[in-house]
DNA sequence: GACGTATTGTTATGTCAATAAACAATTATC
DNA sequence: GATAATTGTTTATTGACATAACAATACGTC
C-alpha cells in the first residue's frame, strides 16, 4: 500500500525535503500541525475546539473582560469572538454579563459549570502535552518553550515595520 | 486609542493569557502565525505560497518525483496537489513528464527557470529567517530546530495509535 | 443639550487552504 | 480476462478566519 509502480528513482536513499529542513519555519509548520491535531482530539470529548478552549482561559484569567479585548488577545477580530462567545455561552460555560457603564458592551464570566470544564480540560491538555512530550525531559521543554515565545516576539518585532 | 470606557478591572495588572502561556500548543501557534505570515510576505514577489515554496524544494530535492507520492511528503492530498502543481507549472517553474511505465502517472521535473525561482527563494527565506531570529544565537537556533523536529516525531509517534 | 464621531457587538458575505467524494484512465492481481 | 486498486482530476464542502456594513450606544466639543 505504498509505493509500488510509479518512477522508483524518485524518492531515493535521501530525505525528499531536504531542502525544507534547514528552515525553522518548515519545522515549526510540520511541529505544530501535529500538535493541533493531537489537541482537538483531545478537547473534543469535552465539546471544546481550540479557539473556545482558549478563549475560556482567557475569561478565567481576566473574568468580565469585554469580547473587544478578548479579540486583541486572541488575536482575531470581533466578528470572531462572537461565534466563539456563542458556542461557549451555549454549552454554558460563559456567560456575557450586561456593563454599568456601558450598555453596548459585555462583560464576560465564566460559569461554574465553566470552571468546571475549565479544570478538566487543563488538565486533560496538561497530560497530553506531558504525553505528547515524554521525548523531552523538563529543561528540554521549558527550553523549547522559552524559544517558542522568543521567536514570536522576535516575529512580532520584526512585523511591526511592515504590517501596517 | 486603546482602552477607554471598558470594565477596568478586566485585564489588571497580570498577562491575560497567563493560563494558556503554560501549553507549548499555545506558545507554538503563536510563533507559527508569526512566521508564516511574514513568510508569506517573503515569497509574493516571486510569485510563491508558501505551498508552492514547499513544493518546488521536494521537487528539487526529488526529481521525477509523481503527485501521489508529494502528496505524501508534504502531508496533503492528491487533490490537493494538483492545483499547487498547476500553479507551479503556470510558471514555468515545473514540468509534468511522462512516465514511460506508468501511463496515469506524472513524473514531476523543475525547469531551468525553475531551478533559478528555487535559487532566489531558498536565498530569500534565508535572509528571513536570518532577520527574523537575529535574537537567537546559532546554538538557540540549532536547539529550537532540534526541539521541533523532536516535537513533530514525537507527535507523529503518539499520533500512530489514535489515528486510524 | 445637540451635533458629529468613535466604539461595541452583531450579521452577512467573502476568502483561503484544505478535505471529501466522485470520476475516467490506467495498472495490478488473481 | 474479470475484478480491484491506483493516478490525477473535478466538484463540492468544510473551517477558521477576514471584510464590510449595521443599530445601539458612548464620547467630545461646542
Do not use: C
Given at each position: ?58 475569561i478565567m484569567?481576566s473574568p468580565g473582560i ?43 464570566q465564566v ?54
Open positions: 500500500m505504498k509505493e509500488k509502480a510509479a518512477p522508483e528513482k524518485a524518492v531515493p536513499p535521501k530525505q525528499t525535503d531536504m531542502l525544507l529542513r534547514q528552515f525553522i519555519g518548515y519545522n515549526m509548520k510540520r511541529a505544530y500541525l501535529q500538535i493541533q491535531d493531537d489537541m482537538a482530539e483531545t478537547l473534543e470529548p469535552l465539546g471544546l475546539r481550540i479557539g473556545t478552549f482558549s478563549a475560556l482561559a482567557v484569567a469585554s469580547q473587544t479585548q478578548l479579540s486583541e488577545v486572541l488575536n482575531i477580530k470581533r466578528s470572531g469572538v462572537v461565534v466563539v462567545v456563542d458556542d461557549l455561552e451555549r454549552a454554558g460555560a460563559v456567560q456575557r454579563t450586561p456593563v454599568q457603564t456601558d450598555r453596548r458592551a459585555y462583560a464576560l460559569t461554574p459549570a465553566g470552571k468546571a470544564l475549565w479544570a478538566r480540560a487543563e488538565q486533560a491538555v496538561q497530560a497530553h502535552e506531558a504525553a505528547l512530550f515524554a521525548d523531552l525531559d523538563a529543561d528540554e521543554r521549558r527550553a523549547l518553550q522559552d524559544l517558542l515565545v522568543r521567536a514570536a516576539r522576535s516575529g512580532a518585532k520584526h512585523r511591526k515595520g511592515t504590517d501596517g
